[in-house]
């Protein structure tokens, strides 16, 4: 047992440990994922932009991109995996009483980069649904907890341009531990 005059020490070399252990890599996380949408007259598209290491945690099967993969689309197979995992995990609920489905159209691993964190590698995600003329779009509820699922302090932040207007941040999404979900987004109040 130390004695109180060897405690400061103690604690100070406590602090640099735990500034040294594999703790500390969490103070630069990954950026999270974004979602923009963009509200046409004729469809509704989505483009999901989500880090690779974090898709790869909750959704192993992405591990057969390997460690460092070549930059452009994605093996039709994952693709297709890629669809139906977000057909688990991410829908568009509009006013209209008929359901946006939405289609896979593209999937491509690009290099990024961050100021802290260098160059990673970020799946980039389109999809599309033709939206039903006349009906009400709006609101819309977006429900997304892919990666959140298993990466709790993983965020969205979700875009939306409609037709002839700028591209406006709409809010974020995030896991809501004392709900043990996410929680879906309410996209805007008009036609």
Do not use: C, W
């Amino acid at each position: 047992m130390p004695n109180l005059a060897q405690r400061p020490l103690l604690g100070a070399a406590m602090a640099v440990l735990v500034a040294l252990s594999p703790l500390s890599l969490l103070a630069h996380p990954l950026p999270g994922t974004t979602i923009h949408i963009v509200a046409g007259e004729t469809t509704v598209d989505l483009t999901i932009t989500v880090p690779r290491d974090e898709l790869q945690l909750a959704l192993p099967a992405m591990a057969e991109l390997g460690e460092n993969p070549a930059e452009g689309p994605l093996a039709l197979g994952l693709s297709d995996t890629l669809a139906r995992y977000l057909a688990e995990h991410l829908s568009l609920d509009p006013v209209s009483p008929q359901p946006i489905t939405l289609r896979l159209t593209g999937a491509r691993n690009v290099g990024a980069h961050h100021e802290d964190l260098g160059r990673y590698d970020v799946i980039v995600i389109d999809l599309t649904a033709p939206r039903v003329a006349d009906a009400l779009m709006f609101p819309l509820a977006l429900s997304y907890d892919a990666v959140l699922h298993e990466v709790r302090n993983h965020r969205a932040k979700v875009t939306l341009k409609r037709d002839g207007q700028a591209a406006v941040d709409v809010g974020e999404i995030s896991f809501d531990q004392s709900l043990g979900k996410a929680e879906p987004l309410i996209l805007g109040a008009t036609r």
